[in-house]
């Protein structure tokens, strides 16, 4: 984790060293960064002579070779990539960009306190998406005043989130998770308004945001 707060997407930077015809980074490419929209750069070296670039800590030996970076210096690296891999991958990209209290949100199932998200006093139109995938997750308008101290949303984008039981706590619940990055994001209750009656109560921690007038929100 880089700090206790997530910093600006424009410190970072990935850079992807591939080699043609290796499949491990064809699998790269088709299971990450085909189809990924995050907010940092990405930069993708198939050039072995660009192997000793003035970011990187130390050459690059094999391939995919992934090295995330911010403000220029390296964070540290991710070698290869197989089969099973996109949630571990994606796991490591999360540790540099999240703040520790999103992270163990994200990836141990804690709760933010409650009342304590600035998106339940923020009412932008636009579209609520991924942190670290950046895949659309709820429309704004979705969003509604539950009073459960968490943003809440009466639906989700179609195909945006699985559901897992959850029996923590002494209680049974439905866990929501992000389908492209697989981080938890809260639960799903049933006693929400029409025309769903339902409610999905969100850790806002783990919610990115692209307004409206962005113009890419307007295709969902």
Same mark, same amino acid.
């Given at each position: 984790m880089i700090s206790e707060v997530q910093r600006s997407m424009k410190d970072f930077e990935l850079l992807v060293f591939t080699a043609p015809g290796n499949e491990s980074c064809r699998l790269l490419a088709e299971e990450i960064l085909d189809q990924w929209n995050p907010e940092f750069g990405v930069l993708i070296h198939p050039d072995a002579r660009l192997m000793n670039a003035p970011s990187l800590a130390k050459p690059v030996i094999d391939y995919p070779t992934s090295v995330f970076s911010s403000k220029k210096e390296e964070c540290g690296r991710y070698r290869g990539f197989k089969e099973g891999d996109r949630f571990d991958y994606l796991r490591w990209i999360a540790g540099f &960009? =999240?703040?520790?209290? +999103? #992270?163990? &949100? +994200?990836?141990?199932? /804690?709760?933010?306190?409650? #009342?304590?998200?600035? =998106? *339940?006093? /923020?009412?932008? +139109?636009? =579209?609520y998406k991924d942190p670290i995938t950046g895949s659309p997750l709820f *429309?704004?308008?979705?969003?509604?005043?539950?009073?459960?101290?968490?943003?809440? #949303? @009466?639906? +989700? @984008?179609?195909g945006a989130l699985s559901f897992h039981q959850d029996n923590s706590l002494g209680m049974r619940r439905v866990e929501v998770r992000s389908t492209s990055s697989g981080i938890h994001l809260g639960h799903l209750f049933d006693d929400g308004p029409p025309p769903t009656g339902r409610r999905f109560c969100i850790n806002g921690a783990v919610l990115g945001f692209l307004p409206e007038e962005s113009g890419d929100s307007e295709n969902f």
């Open positions: &960009i =999240l703040s520790k209290p +999103a #992270f163990n &949100i +994200a990836y141990s199932q /804690d709760t933010e306190p409650r #009342f304590s998200s600035p =998106l *339940l006093e /923020d009412h932008s +139109a636009g =579209l *429309l704004s308008h979705w969003k509604f005043e539950s009073g459960s101290g968490w943003p809440s #949303f @009466v639906d +989700a @984008v179609e």
